[in-house]
């Protein structure tokens, strides 16, 4: 019933054994010493590929478009350096967060020089500020939204022309138009960019919001829809700025460096604020408080349209001129804090009068 093995036999499958677990064992080594490379190089690669296919959805997104070859990866390498910078930031538990948006492939120094200083605060003249009553002598509410009370325009995108003064000034007569009565309207910023240069505004190089208001009292202001964005600075088109459609009397500046004296204003109605912009906090907010993250030099202008006092921390809800994809469908939260506020925001702000 059994074979019976002879030494011989025996030795020669204890050879043919032998080799066979050699060959295996090399085979297994090989196949360990593989799966260890590509373990480690793997995971390199999955992440490159997960921020290349991210990179390219925002290319599409935004329609950007690169010259060169040498510029894309130019620009994908500052993608993933934003990404990487965005993604430590919200491991730290802040009050608000980062994310990807029309800015993510410019770097600090690009960002900022195609924002710094577009706000410039010019000698304060008296001739058309009207006196307002003291914040003592006001009862203000908890919290405010003119978002909510059908008094706020929709959210705008300068691009590249430098002009957030208009947007924020004009913001805030299209709010004051409304709350006063009348049938709420965008109006046009482009006559501010093209028309204002006497009144001491520079187009899409910078200017001041109480520049425009005064442009705005002696001439009136017509509508976007007569005198529609372009994105550029071009000559005044008189014709269409003679078509007014709203008008003010004059204007109010807020007391600096009191964040009382600006929830009164923003009770009354939306507000004209200038902040500090230039960090790169601004540049990838995407939601939640700022806090953090800012200093107190003034180069960017926006809307103040809402406070809550309840929350915590406190804080201002701002209309931005960066199109509805940044931050909070276009807005930003700031928190309150005493003296120049968070970001600057209480150093300079004013309100024009119906």
């Not at 043919?16 to 085979?27: D, H, K, M, T, Y």
């Not at 990866?73 to 730290?92: E, G, K, P």
């Not at 990807?100 to 008296?126: C, G, W, Y």
């Not at 500090?276 to 540049?283: L, Q, T, V």
Request: with cysteine; glycine share 8%; hydrophobic share 35%.
């Amino acid at each position: 019933m059994f074979e019976e093995i002879s030494p011989k036999t025996n030795k020669s499958l204890l050879k043919n054994s032998f080799i066979a677990l050699s060959v295996i064992g090399s085979l297994c080594f090989a196949a360990y010493f593989i799966s260890s490379a590509n373990s480690s190089a793997t995971p390199v690669d999955f992440q490159y590929n997960l921020e290349l296919e991210e990179f390219r959805s925002f290319v599409s997104r935004y329609n950007k478009n690169y010259k060169t070859e040498e510029e894309y990866y130019q620009r994908l390498r500052i993608f993933r350096d934003n990404l990487s910078y965005i993604r430590v930031f919200n491991s730290q538990g802040q009050t608000w967060y980062m994310g990807i948006n029309q800015f993510s492939d410019l770097t600090h120094e690009e960002f900022s020089t195609a924002h710094k200083k577009k706000v410039s605060v010019p000698e304060r003249s008296m001739s058309n500020e009207k006196p307002v009553a003291a914040a003592s002598n006001l009862q203000i509410p908890s919290q405010v939204d003119w978002t909510t009370k059908g008094c706020v325009t929709p959210v705008q995108n300068e691009g590249d022309c430098g002009s957030p003064y208009a947007f924020s000034a004009v913001g805030a007569i299209e709010s004051a138009w409304c709350i006063a009565g009348h049938q709420l309207v965008q109006l046009s910023v482009q006559e501010i960019i093209d028309c204002s240069g006497p009144f001491g505004n520079d187009g899409c190089n910078g200017g001041w919001m109480t520049n425009t208001y005064n442009f705005v009292i002696k001439n009136g202001i017509t509508s976007q829809q007569i005198y529609p964005t372009t994105g550029n600075q071009g000559k005044c088109n008189t014709a269409k700025e003679k078509q007014v459609v709203a008008t003010i009397s004059g204007y109010a500046n807020v007391t600096a460096n009191n964040a009382t004296a600006l929830e009164t204003a923003i009770a009354i109605g939306p507000v004209a604020v200038a902040v500090d912009a230039i960090e790169a906090g601004w540049r990838n907010y995407k939601g939640g408080i700022i806090s953090s993250n800012c200093g107190h030099s003034i180069d960017h202008a926006v809307l103040a349209v809402g406070y809550n006092l309840n929350n915590s921390p406190p804080y201002y809800k701002c209309k931005n001129s960066w199109g509805a994809d940044w931050g909070e469908a276009g807005y930003v939260r700031i928190s309150i804090a005493a003296g120049a506020g968070t970001c600057g925001i209480q150093i300079d702000s004013s309100y024009p009068i119906v």
